[in-house]
């Protein structure tokens, strides 16, 4: 990089694309097993870089508008081939020329890819074009997800989603292109391949996943699991407060809040959609489930829906008893509220 910033690349993959960007090898036919490795390579690139990974490897490449030759570049044009023209004889570079900083190319690339995604690094790419700052790229983009989404593997499609979940409604330039990606992280197996990974992942923001992935219905019936199961506690607690609510919210964006319009003075507060969830079981049996619980996050749903439900919670006492000595002072101080307030309701009696 020549703004004296480390390369995110691996030195391997780096090294691969430079050669790629000496295009006079490409003059003759291709070696297509190299491409296909170098592809390859790039499938095993994390989902989370996209944003900077994108513009290093069109850096690394030379993927820019050299095509656009001077009088100089047409004197050794027997040499290299424009990048419209290795495109156009060659459609397996498509999925280099998809991170091209020429837009028309972008465009050319994404309308050539038909097969589905080999990996949740590419199914990220599709994503970031579906984002894309040029109009006609993301209509590109868009026709080119409802071709190879449909076939591409759960699994890889819940693997991107891990990523994609959180910029659904942080990315700003995609308006119905995102109806794309929404088709395909709401099919019914990949929320189970979602549900999944949910269950036995050991780290990351998997609690605030889950309240994006709850945006569709194909994730209910993995909840009452993931509530008694999941190893994460970020995890159990949302699944156990969206079935005790009957209802699953998610984040979709912010709104300003304001404590003084005279002196301009704000503060930035979430903004969240909302959709009914059925229960599985029954709020009695989800609050002791909760109240058992190993996990303090936990244990805090359930005696708050304590609090919420104490008048109709016919096992009230019985919970009472599992959180009445917490070690969360929190918790207590829950318990401690109903047990007045049924003492009150009953010397009112």
């Known amino acids: 990089m020549n703004d004296g910033r480390t390369s995110a690349l691996p030195k391997r993959l780096e090294a691969s694309l430079e050669r790629f960007a000496d295009r006079r090898h490409l003059v003759g036919r291709p070696d297509r097993v190299e491409i296909q490795h ?41 040499l290299r081939l424009s990048d419209v023209e290795l495109l156009y004889r060659w459609p397996e570079i498509a999925r280099l020329f998809v991170f091209h900083r020429d837009g028309f190319l972008r465009e050319r690339a994404l309308n050539q890819m038909s097969e589905g995604m080999q990996s949740a690094f590419y199914v990220t790419v599709l994503a970031f074009r579906l984002n ?54 709401s099919r019914v197996d990949v929320a189970d391949a979602l549900a999944d990974v949910l269950l036995d992942a050991r780290r990351g923001p998997m609690g605030a996943i889950l309240k994006h992935a709850s945006r569709w219905e194909a994730m209910d019936r993995h909840l009452y699991g993931l509530a008694a199961n999941a190893f994460l506690p970020s995890v159990r607690a949302v699944a156990l407060q969206e079935l005790i609510e009957g209802v699953a919210r998610w984040p979709v964006g912010w709104t300003r809040q304001w404590i003084d319009k005279i002196y301009g003075q704000f503060r930035l507060v979430r903004v969240y959609d909302e959709r009914p969830v059925a229960r599985s079981c029954t709020l009695e049996s989800l609050v002791e489930q909760g109240a058992r619980d190993r996990s303090g996050a936990v244990r805090k749903v359930a005696a708050t829906a304590l609090v919420n439900h104490r008048a109709t919670l016919s096992n009230r006492d019985a919970v009472i008893d599992l959180l009445d000595e917490d070690r969360s002072a929190a918790i207590r101080e829950r318990v401690d509220y109903v047990k007045r307030a049924s003492g009150q309701g009953q010397e009112s009696e």
């Open 38 to 78: 170098l592809v390859s390579q790039i499938e095993k690139l994390p989902s989370a870089m996209i944003a900077r990974l994108d513009g290093e490897i069109a850096y690394a490449a030379k993927l820019w508008h050299w095509q656009r030759v001077g009088i100089v570049g047409r004197l050794f044009q027997r």
């Open 132 to 185: 894309d700052w040029v109009p006609q790229v993301r209509a590109a983009a868009a026709r080119c997800a409802d071709r190879v989404l449909p076939s591409t593997n759960a699994e890889i499609i819940a693997q991107a989603a891990l990523f994609l979940l959180g910029r659904r409604f942080a990315w700003g330039r995609w308006g119905d292109e995102a109806e794309a990606l929404d088709r395909a992280l």
